[in-house]
């Protein structure tokens, strides 16, 4: 009895077998495994499948490639493939081992994604398609599936999943697109960011910001500071060759510190538009998390720079908490591990110092230049008034006023005391005028502004020294105690580092810090 149930079964099961076959050659649609199959003359179900990961943000560089080495074959396909949401959960190899039995992959239209190539241009690139060509001298046949990558269904990383006769030849193949992913990028010269993953911790792509265009006179920052900067952050790669002939090293550290306000990131802005040609990949917030992807970019896309935004905030560890300091060593490995003759500049912006200062002492060399951007000075506030008022007829004396009623002021305050000008003039119906930018500058110097100057940036805050330790301070949150401009540690001591080698820092002569 078991016997004929088991011939039964075997019979049922080629008979439906026989009837998808026969109902897919009805239908006149084309079939996965029999199109690899003939495309390379032999089944293509008992050839291995070589899989390549391409990262996120690489994925309209590997699907350009791609493209050019399959149409450089004039008979080469792009095909689709059916058979509904599975094909997105399983891999080719899955696939075809399926097609053995039920023939449920028939061929369709491929997948598109619109993908940004630059800042207003975008690529319409093949999210999911089978390419088949001939490649090489020889004309050997490959099968390359691309896929875009997919967090929803688990799958971070792009992939292609190449099928040939021949292992050599796949190997070359891979090897070839390796080397060309290496030198040649849509992210090559680009303002990039890398962008997070909502689906879990990985960098699944980026974002392209146009690059900022900044006269020098539009930074205001003590006499010659700017130029110090940009020599040693721009105008040193234009010498890259006689430095590599001398054996001197063109990897780069500039660190810019200062209260929050003073034109840490404007100056960055200014750097980025005196770079052209340069790859700029730019890493704040969350996205510091991928400073060794950005490392590995910065690699191959060099003259590179790295701008790492706010370094205060990883000299935690990754849950903002006390203890070991993981993201913030991997930040100084990824500065070390670069090779000493890869033009690449990192470029560190950071409210709090103190947070930062052991380990680049401890680990020196990541960082050569360290520059103070303090509060500015009478002059600077008075250029920053003009620089922001440019198009409004305020005199010179009244900025001057102005400038002398805001001291401890950033450049911060002194756009939003122009705007607070501005509004009060068309409030009243009037053209602006120097009473308004007077009366604005009393206003927001007044003690009822205490907490709006503080956030923005300015000393002058609510919170004074007799009011005992600020704990979220002293875990990071807050650059400081606004008006003292000190901040306290939890123990009620000034939180930063006291002992030890000293970090080499160079700052204007004039102002002293403004955290002292």
Same mark, same amino acid.
């Given at each position: 009895m078991e016997g004929k149930l088991q011939a039964f079964i075997e019979d049922f099961?080629?008979?439906?077998?026989?009837?998808?076959?026969?109902?897919?050659?009805?239908?006149?649609? %084309?079939?996965?495994?029999?199109?690899?199959?003939?495309?390379?003359?032999?089944?293509?179900?008992?050839?291995?499948?070589?899989?390549?990961?391409?990262?996120?943000?690489?994925?309209?560089?590997?699907?350009?490639?791609?493209?050019?080495?399959?149409? @450089?074959?004039?008979?080469?396909?792009?095909?689709?493939?059916?058979?509904?949401?599975?094909?997105?959960?399983?891999?080719?190899?899955?696939?075809?081992?399926?097609?053995?039995?039920?023939?449920?992959?028939?061929?369709?239209?491929?997948?598109?994604?619109?993908?940004?190539?630059?800042?207003?241009?975008?690529?319409?690139?093949?999210?999911?398609?089978?390419?088949?060509?001939?490649?090489?001298?020889?004309?050997?046949?490959?099968?390359?599936?691309?896929?875009?990558?997919?967090?929803?269904?688990?799958?971070?990383?792009?992939?292609?999943?190449?099928?040939?006769?021949?292992?050599?030849?796949?190997?070359?193949?891979?090897?070839?697109?390796?080397?060309?992913?290496?030198?040649?990028?849509?992210?090559?010269?680009?303002?990039?960011?890398?962008?997070?993953?909502?689906?879990?911790?990985?960098?699944?792509?980026?974002?392209?910001?146009?690059?900022? /265009?900044?006269?020098?006179?539009?930074?205001?920052?003590?006499?010659?500071?700017?130029? /110090?900067?940009?020599?040693? @952050?721009? &105008?040193?790669?234009?010498?890259?060759?006689?430095?590599?002939?001398?054996?001197?090293?063109?990897?780069?550290?500039?660190?810019?510190?200062?209260?929050?306000?003073?034109?840490?990131?404007?100056?960055?802005?200014?750097?980025?538009?005196?770079?052209?040609?340069?790859?700029?990949?730019?890493?704040?917030?969350?996205?510091?998390? =991928?400073?060794?992807?950005?490392?590995? *970019?910065?690699?191959?896309?060099?003259?590179?720079?790295?701008?790492?935004?706010?370094?205060?905030?990883?000299?935690?560890?990754?849950?903002?908490?006390?203890?070991?300091?993981?993201?913030? =060593? %991997?930040?100084?490995?990824?500065?070390?591990?670069?090779?000493?003759?890869?033009?690449?500049? =990192?470029?560190?912006?950071?409210?709090?110092?103190? *947070?930062?200062?052991?380990?680049?002492?401890?680990?020196?060399?990541?960082?050569?230049?360290?520059?103070?951007?303090?509060?500015?000075?009478?002059? &600077?506030?008075?250029?920053?008034?003009?620089?922001?008022?440019?198009?409004?007829?305020?005199?010179?004396?009244?900025?001057?006023?102005?400038?002398?009623?805001?001291?401890?002021?950033?450049?911060?305050?002194?756009? &939003?005391?122009?705007?607070?000008?501005?509004?009060?003039?068309?409030?009243?119906?009037?053209?602006? @005028?120097?009473?308004?930018?007077?009366?604005?500058? %009393?206003?927001? *110097?007044?003690?009822?502004?205490?907490?709006?100057?503080?956030?923005?940036?300015?000393?002058?805050?609510?919170?004074? %020294?007799?009011?005992?330790?600020?704990?979220?301070?002293?875990?990071?949150?807050?650059?400081?105690?606004?008006?003292?401009?000190?901040?306290?540690?939890?123990?009620?001591?000034?939180?930063?580092?006291?002992?030890?080698?000293?970090?080499?820092?160079?700052?204007? &002569?004039?102002?002293?810090?403004?955290?002292?």
């Amino acid at each position: 009895m078991e016997g004929k149930l088991q011939a039964f079964i075997e019979d049922f099961a080629a008979l439906v077998r026989l009837a998808e076959r026969q109902h897919a050659r009805a239908a006149g649609g %084309e079939q996965l495994l029999e199109t690899l199959s003939g495309h390379l003359g032999i089944p293509a179900d008992e050839l291995p499948v070589v899989v390549e990961e391409v990262p996120g943000h690489r994925f309209a560089d590997a699907d350009i490639l791609l493209a050019e080495a399959a149409e @450089a074959d004039p008979e080469h396909r792009l095909v689709g493939i059916g058979g509904g949401d599975q094909r997105h959960h399983l891999s080719l190899s899955d696939m075809l081992q399926q097609s053995r039995h039920y023939p449920q992959f028939p061929l369709s239209q491929p997948d598109y994604a619109n993908v940004a190539v630059g800042p207003a241009r975008q690529r319409q690139a093949v999210s999911l398609g089978l390419r088949l060509f001939r490649h090489g001298p020889g004309g050997e046949p490959l099968a390359v599936l691309i896929r875009a990558a997919n967090p929803r269904y688990g799958q971070n990383a792009a992939l292609l999943e190449v099928l040939g006769r021949d292992p050599r030849h796949v190997a070359a193949f891979l090897a070839a697109f390796r080397a060309d992913m290496q030198t040649r990028s849509v992210l090559k010269g680009q303002v990039v960011s890398l962008t997070m993953d909502p689906f879990g911790d990985s960098g699944s792509g980026v974002t392209f910001h146009e690059r900022p /265009r900044l006269a020098a006179a539009d930074v205001v920052l003590p006499e010659g500071l700017l130029d /110090r900067i940009s020599r040693h @952050a721009v &105008e040193l790669g234009g010498h890259r060759e006689q430095l590599r002939g001398l054996g001197q090293h063109l990897k780069r550290g500039i660190l810019l510190y200062g209260p929050p306000g003073t034109g840490k990131t404007h100056t960055v802005r200014y750097l980025l538009g005196r770079s052209d040609g340069t790859t700029a990949i730019i890493l704040s917030g969350g996205s510091l998390a =991928f400073i060794a992807e950005a490392a590995r *970019m910065a690699r191959a896309l060099q003259p590179s720079m790295i701008i790492l935004e706010d370094c205060d905030l990883i000299a935690g560890d990754r849950s903002f908490g006390h203890g070991p300091q993981p993201l913030l =060593f %991997e930040v100084l490995d990824a500065m070390d591990g670069l090779d000493d003759d890869a033009d690449v500049a =990192f470029v560190l912006t950071t409210n709090r110092v103190d *947070m930062l200062e052991r380990a680049l002492a401890q680990r020196p060399g990541r960082v050569d230049l360290a520059v103070q951007v303090p509060l500015p000075e009478a002059g &600077e506030r008075a250029a920053l008034l003009r620089l922001y008022a440019r198009e409004l007829a305020f005199s010179d004396d009244a900025i001057a006023r102005a400038a002398e009623l805001t001291a401890g002021t950033t450049a911060s305050f002194a756009r &939003e005391l122009v705007r607070r000008a501005v509004v009060a003039s068309a409030l009243s119906g009037t053209d602006p @005028a120097d009473p308004h930018l007077l009366d604005a500058a %009393e206003e927001l *110097m007044s003690d009822g502004e205490a907490l709006t100057r503080s956030l923005l940036g300015s000393a002058g805050g609510v919170r004074s %020294e007799e009011a005992g330790p600020d704990p979220a301070a002293s875990s990071g949150y807050f650059a400081y105690a606004p008006l003292s401009g000190r901040t306290f540690s939890g123990r009620g001591t000034m939180a930063g580092y006291t002992g030890g080698p000293e970090l080499h820092a160079e700052a204007p &002569e004039s102002p002293a810090d403004p955290e002292e």
